[in-house]
C-alpha cells in the first residue's frame, strides 16, 4: 500500500504528516467548548475567592484575606468536619451498597434487563423530588417509617427533627441517589471478567470471599475508582438533597460545606468567601480522584506494560 | 473399588427440562489419554465439566480413583484443568499464577517453590515467570496454563479444547507437547476436543460422542478400521469416508453392492450382511484408487495436489467421492477413467440402524 510505505525521494505528503493529529482533531471542539465551560466557572470563582465583591458585583482585590477569613471561621470549621464525616460515611456504605447491587445484579438470571433498567430509577429522580420523598417517609407524625415502628410496638423518632438522626438520613438519601449510577459502574467490570476464572479459581480451590477480594475485586479496579470518584464528588457536592430534606437543621447538625457556602454567597451576599468554600470543594475533589485514578486505574496491573 | 481410573456409570445431565447428557457409561483406565471427540453441542465439554465438579449431576455416579465424587467439591476432586480461553489471572504474574492453587491450600512455602520450578523448566517457562498473561504469546499463555496444572501434581488432567484458539502451525507443535509431557507425567488425562485429527493423534482411548451418548470407545486405528456406525465412518478421518447407498446383491463371483445407478461395489466374501438388505456402502478415500485397469468408471471433477499427496473428487455413478493418492495425479478434472476398490477395506452399514454389519 503505497500511503502507508512512503518513497524515499518524495518523503510522506501533507495528508500523511496530518494523520496522527486527526482523532485529537476530531475531539477538540468539544473539548474546548467544556474546557470553556468549565474554565470560566472555575477562574471566575477563583477571582471571586480573591475580591471583595459587592452586590452590584463591583471588585476590590483584597489577596487572601477571604481565605484567612475563612479558615478562621467556626462555623465554617464545624461544616468542613461535618462535610468530612458525610463524605467517608456516604463513600464507605456507598460502594458497599454499590457493590453488593451490583454483585446481586451481575447473579439475576430471570429479568436481567428489568431489574438492571429499575435499579437506574432513583439516579434519574431530581434531587429535590427526592428529598420530598425521605421527609414522607421521616415525618414524625404518620410518616412511613414511624407507622412501622408503631405496628412492631416501637417508640417513634423524630427523624429529622434529632441531630443524629437527621445527619443519618440525610446520608441514607445521599447513598439512594449515588449508588444506582456507581453499581450501574461496578456491574459494567463485573460483565468484563472471564466466567472461566471463576472457574479456575473454584478448581485452585479459592472459596467465594477469596475469589471475591483476590480475583473479582483487583480485576474491576478501574471500575471501583470511577465510582469511588463518582461517589466521593456527589457527596462532597450533595446540595439540593439535603438543602430541601433539612435545610442544614436541626441545629446546623446537616450543614455541610456546600450548603454553607450557598447561605455565604446568596443569602448574605458574601461572593468573596462563597467562593472560597468553592474553591475548598474543588480541591478536595480534584485531589481525591487523583489519587483515586493514580491508585485505581493507572495501577491497574495488567495494562503496566506493553498490552497483548 | 473400581477398576477403572475414572468411571462414569449412567451418569445423566438436564439443564431444564432438556437432557444433555442420555446416560454415560465410560471407563478410563489409570494413565490413560483419553479424548473426548464430538460436533459441537454433543456433551463432551458438558461431561468434562462434571468430572471437574463445574456442574452438578442430575442422576448416575462419577468415580475418580475409586472414590464416587458427585458431591465432591472441585478443589477436592485431585483434578486440574485447562480451559480453552486458558482462564489466567490477568493480574497475577505467570508465577503467581502458577502458586495461586498451591497457596489456596496453604501449601508450605518451599514446596511451593520447588513445583514451580519443576513445572517452569518442564515446560520451559523460567524467563517468563515475571511476566503479565498480557504480555505472552498465545503459545506461552497455553503453557502457563499446563504449568498451573502440573504444579497442583493432579491424579487427573482435564483439557477443554486447549488448542483452538492457537494458529494451525502452533496447534500441531503444542499437540506434540502435550503428548510429550502425558508420555513423561503418566497421569490419567481426558481432553476434549471437536477436532478429530487431535482426537487420532493424541489418544490411547478415542470416546467419540454425538447427541448426548457415546457412539464408540476404543484405540484410534481400532476405530478408524472398524467405525461402529454411520456417524463415526464420517466423523473420524480426514477426508471423510465415502458412504454410498445400495442394496446387496449376488453377482457371479459373489455378493456386491448394487447401487441405484446400477453400479457395482466388490465385497470381501466374509463380509456380512445377506442378498437383498439395504446397506450404505463405506470406503476411506484412501482404499478407492485410479486404476487404468479398474473397472469402476469414474470422471474426475476435482484434483487438489497437496505435495505428498492428492486429493481428487470425482463422480462414481452419480455419487461424488474422495480419493486420496500418494501417486501424482497427471489426469485434470473433466477426464473419464477408472478406478478400484480394495474390497478387504471396504465397510457395510445397516441402512436403516446405520450401524455396522
Known amino acids: 500500500m503505497s500511503h502507508t510505505t512512503p518513497m524515499v525521494e518524495d518523503g510522506p505528503t501533507g495528508a500523511d504528516r496530518l494523520k496522527p493529529f486527526v482523532p485529537y482533531l476530531l475531539v477538540l471542539p468539544g473539548l474546548l467548548f467544556v474546557m470553556g465551560i468549565l474554565g470560566y466557572a472555575v477562574v471566575g470563582g477563583i477571582i471571586l475567592s480573591l475580591n471583595e465583591t459587592d452586590m452590584f458585583m463591583n471588585k476590590t482585590f483584597v489577596g487572601l484575606k477571604n481565605y484567612i477569613d475563612v479558615f478562621a471561621d467556626p462555623r465554617f470549621q464545624d461544616a468542613m468536619v461535618r462535610t468530612l464525616n458525610f463524605v467517608v460515611i456516604s463513600i464507605v456504605l456507598g460502594i458497599f451498597m454499590s457493590m453488593s447491587f451490583a454483585l446481586v445484579l451481575y447473579k439475576v438470571v430471570r429479568g436481567r434487563r428489568f431489574f438492571r433498567g429499575l435499579s437506574l430509577v432513583p439516579y434519574f429522580v431530581s434531587g429535590i423530588a427526592t428529598a420530598v420523598m425521605f421527609r414522607f417517609i421521616f415525618t414524625t407524625s404518620g410518616g412511613f417509617v414511624n407507622t412501622v415502628l408503631a405496628q412492631l410496638g416501637l417508640p417513634a423518632q423524630s427523624w429529622l427533627g434529632d441531630p443524629t438522626l437527621a445527619f443519618v438520613v440525610a446520608i441514607m438519601a445521599n447513598c439512594w441517589f449515588m449508588v444506582p449510577f456507581a453499581s450501574l459502574i461496578l456491574l459494567g467490570g463485573l460483565q468484563t471478567i472471564d466466567k472461566d476464572l471463576y472457574d479456575a479459581a473454584a478448581i485452585d480451590g479459592a472459596n467465594p470471599i477469596q475469589i471475591f477480594f483476590r480475583i473479582t475485586l483487583p480485576l474491576i479496579k478501574p471500575m471501583l475508582g470511577v465510582s469511588l470518584i463518582w461517589v466521593s464528588y456527589i457527596s462532597f457536592s450533595t446540595f439540593d438533597i439535603v438543602l430541601a430534606l433539612t435545610s442544614g437543621g436541626p441545629l446546623k447538625a446537616t450543614e455541610l460545606v456546600s450548603i454553607y457556602m450557598y447561605e455565604l454567597a446568596f443569602q448574605q451576599l458574601n461572593f468573596g468567601q462563597g467562593a472560597v468554600l468553592m474553591v475548598v470543594l474543588l480541591v478536595f475533589n480534584t485531589v481525591l480522584s487523583l489519587i483515586y485514578i493514580k491508585i485505581f486505574v493507572m495501577g491497574d496491573r495488567r495494562h503496566s506494560e506493553a498490552g497483548k | ?357
Open chain 2, 1 to 357: 473399588m473400581a477398576e477403572g481410573y475414572v468411571e462414569y456409570r449412567n451418569l445423566r445431565k438436564s439443564f431444564g427440562g432438556l437432557e444433555i447428557l442420555h446416560g454415560v457409561d465410560l471407563t478410563i483406565p489409570e494413565g490413560a489419554f483419553a479424548v473426548l471427540v464430538g460436533p459441537s453441542g454433543c456433551g463432551k465439554s458438558t461431561l468434562l465439566r462434571m468430572t471437574a465438579g463445574l456442574e452438578n449431576v442430575t442422576s448416575g455416579e462419577i468415580n475418580i480413583a475409586g472414590r464416587m465424587v458427585n458431591n465432591v467439591h472441585a478443589k477436592n476432586r485431585g483434578i486440574a484443568m485447562v480451559f480453552q480461553s486458558y482462564a489466567l489471572y490477568p493480574h497475577m504474574s505467570v508465577e503467581d499464577n502458577m502458586s495461586f492453587g498451591l497457596k489456596m491450600r496453604k501449601t508450605p512455602l518451599q514446596l511451593i517453590t520447588d513445583r514451580i520450578k519443576r513445572a517452569a523448566s518442564i515446560l520451559k517457562l523460567g524467563p517468563m515467570l515475571d511476566r503479565l498473561p498480557s504480555q505472552l504469546s498465545g503459545g506461552q499463555r497455553q503453557r502457563v496454563a499446563m504449568g498451573r496444572a502440573l504444579t497442583r501434581e493432579p491424579e487427573v488432567f482435564l483439557f477443554d479444547e486447549p488448542l483452538s484458539n492457537l494458529d494451525a502451525k502452533l496447534r500441531v507443535e503444542m499437540r506434540a507437547e502435550i503428548k510429550a509431557l502425558h508420555q513423561r507425567l503418566k497421569t490419567t488425562t481426558i481432553y476434549v476436543t471437536h477436532d478429530q485429527i487431535e482426537a487420532m493423534t493424541m489418544a490411547d482411548l478415542v470416546v467419540v460422542m454425538h447427541d448426548g451418548r457415546i457412539e464408540q470407545v476404543g484405540e484410534p486405528l481400532a476405530i478408524y478400521d472398524r467405525p461402529a456406525n454411520l456417524f463415526v465412518a464420517e466423523f473420524l478421518g480426514s477426508p471423510a469416508m465415502n458412504l454410498i447407498p445400495g442394496i446387496i446383491a449376488q453377482d457371479a463371483d459373489g455378493r456386491v453392492v448394487q447401487t441405484e445407478s446400477g453400479l457395482r461395489l466388490p465385497l470381501e466374501p466374509e463380509a456380512n450382511g445377506t442378498v437383498g438388505q439395504k446397506v450404505v456402502y463405506g470406503i476411506r478415500p484412501e482404499h478407492l484408487q485410479l486404476d487404468p485397469a479398474g473397472d469402476l468408471p469414474i470422471r474426475l471433477t476435482l484434483v487438489e495436489p497437496a505435495g505428498w499427496e492428492t486429493h481428487v473428487h470425482a463422480d462414481l455413478g452419480g455419487h461424488i467421492v474422495r480419493m486420496v493418492s500418494t501417486k501424482r495425479v497427471a489426469q485434470r478434472a473433466g477426464d473419464s477413467t477408472t478406478a478400484t476398490i480394495d474390497a478387504t477395506r471396504a465397510h457395510l452399514f445397516d441402512a436403516a440402524t446405520g450401524n455396522r454389519l
